[in-house]
């Protein structure tokens, strides 16, 4: 009799579950897979406090993009989705987004928005996209190796001398500890922590429009000398050659590696995955003094024509509240909204405060054709990376790759 | 049953004796039974239709436009055929492609062969050796790949650090690093997955071959050599064909290793046509100008098994 009562009080909850009072709507958001950790956590939340709900969406990383244009040309697109912000310009390009601008600006704080997010979410002067989770390059050093190769643990390096003079005293501990990793195969990764050393000396890859390939700088010339020097003294496990970003983090995770440019991510994967890994965190620095990162995250884009942006707009409002950037902060995402990240992080780990102030200042290359230049495993940058890393003829490889950028640019301008 | 196949059989005189004209005739006035031998392929022609010739006829429509993955298409007809004749890229793909598809048929067969001798006859622990060598088949190209993918890395897999701990190369080798050593190992890992599915192709051919011409050769003083040569490899012929079909055909569909274990590298030295299919249509969303390209391969690869064929079929007055 019990259990009846207890199953009929059960089911009268599942009743008023799905049948919440009034007009009650339900949008349909999705993210991809690198969003698993915060975003769950963040529409459980709005979902609690609303009548109106969210259902989520993960989608494995590489897919994301090939299936929202498969479900845009099929009419079964999501109401909104969370996108990696380097696509936004393109997404905007093809004329799938809804143009959110006014709603954009009538926000009181859209002002402190991360402003590499609200950059990338703009395609001709209209807002397409606006920040919704963020992630800053740094550099993290290993404290417990610092101290055995009789460095200061609590100082991280300041230039480029300092890098690679640390990363030698770490790999002459020997046995399986080598000095400095990074994904020697991977666009992605190395957009995001390599261009920082370049921005830091005063260089860059793309003009700011995105028109026009800047490869050939001597600020490119000496992030790769300092890159290749290190190799050439075996500081890099060989793995790096072929990595295609799969080891980006993991190298670090196991205890061996002394110094590697990484990001704001890795400071909540440490903590909840290698809790006895002792780490420091510090910006990625220029050549001499100075420092730099890359901006990434995802910017909030709303499909064009959904008949819920009411409840997308309402979503998107408990996101930037304190609430909402403190449970993006607390589970893996910087916060997007400046004026009130210091308050968000104040609870949380303080090397939160570097990567938040990384974030600030980051940067991200604006074009339309970023996948074909930068992340695409064969496309240009990524070729590039690899050969002026390992290979015999730099000259040769930062003009090959400095044409064939300039021609999938213009190409795309036609 | 019986009826469709007498329907068929009726049918058939009237193909070859018959001229077009009474052959359009006889379509025409078809009486029941055609029709219900009509029926009795249905469900079949129904699958041709729906999962072969309609993408097969929206792979060519979308050919003929600009189609991006998101946003509106438009109609350019032929354009993407000739930007096709300009893509250098495509063909440095579909030139490695030949090349893989040339170096991993011999292989295959070349350790296909012997094998199939080997396990043909009955002899003590023969079902041991074929399921032995049969096993890799069952394997899924895409999990082989990643198997390989592992065993072949250099800080945490087996070859590189094995060689190393036995003192066989000074420091740890990553053999994906450059293109010898990567498509060698990639030769070996398709030759290790594939080789027992051709081994059994062959197998049934070699039985096949009536054991009494191979004695008869033998009393009249024919070597192995001879036998082999004489007998044996005329008698496979449309067994031969068939396996080399099915390798040439998957050799040049390559993609699930390379893409897994190499990524194109190194130095995009290993993007083989399907992959460069693939990065044009989901990398820079060119869905229509992949659909080009899809149709110029399929056409290589219908050439390809035409002239196999051709090469391969029994000469006059055998058979």
Redesign the interface.
Known sequence: MRTFIAGLAFAASIVSAALPAGAAETANIWVRADGSNFMPRIVDAFNKGHENQIKLDIIPNAEI??K???A??GGTAPDALSLDLIYTP??SA???LEDITDWAKSLPYFESLSPAHVKTGSYKGRIYGLPFSADSSVLIWNKKLFKQAGLDPEKGPTNWAEIEAAAEKVNALGGDIKGFYFSG?CGGCNIFTFTPLIWASGGDILTEDGSKATLDSPQLRGAIDLYRSMIKKDLV???A??D?GSNFFAAFATGNIGITPSGAFAIGALNTQYPDIDYGVTFLPGKDGGWSSFAGGDNFIVTKGTTKIAVVKEFLDFAYSLEGQTILAKYGSLPVRGDIAKEALKDLDPRYQIAAEAMAKGRTPYTV?F??LI?????PWT?MV??VF??DDVDGSIANAQETMQSIIDSAQQ | MSEGLSACAGYKPGMSANSTLSRRRKLVGAGPRQWVGLLYVAPAVALVIVFFIVPLGMTVWMSLHNWPLMGAHSFIGLDNYWAILRDNRFWNALRFTGFYTVVVTIAIFAVAFPLALFIERPRPLTGFYRTFFFMPVVVGFASASLLWSWLLNVDSGLFSPAAFALGLTEKKVNLLATFQPAFWSIIAMVVWKVAGFTMIILMTGLQSIPPELQEAATIDGAGPLARFRAITLPLMRRTIALALILSVAGSVLAFDQFYIILRGGPRNQTLTAVYWIFNQSFVSFKLGYGAALSMVLLVILLVLSLIQLRLLRKPEGLD
């Open positions: 993009i090939p929202y244009g498969a845009a040309a393109a997404f093809a004329g799938q195969n496990p060989q793995g050659q072929t295609t054709v996948n074909d992340n695409s495993a064969n496309g070729q690899n050969e390992f290979g």
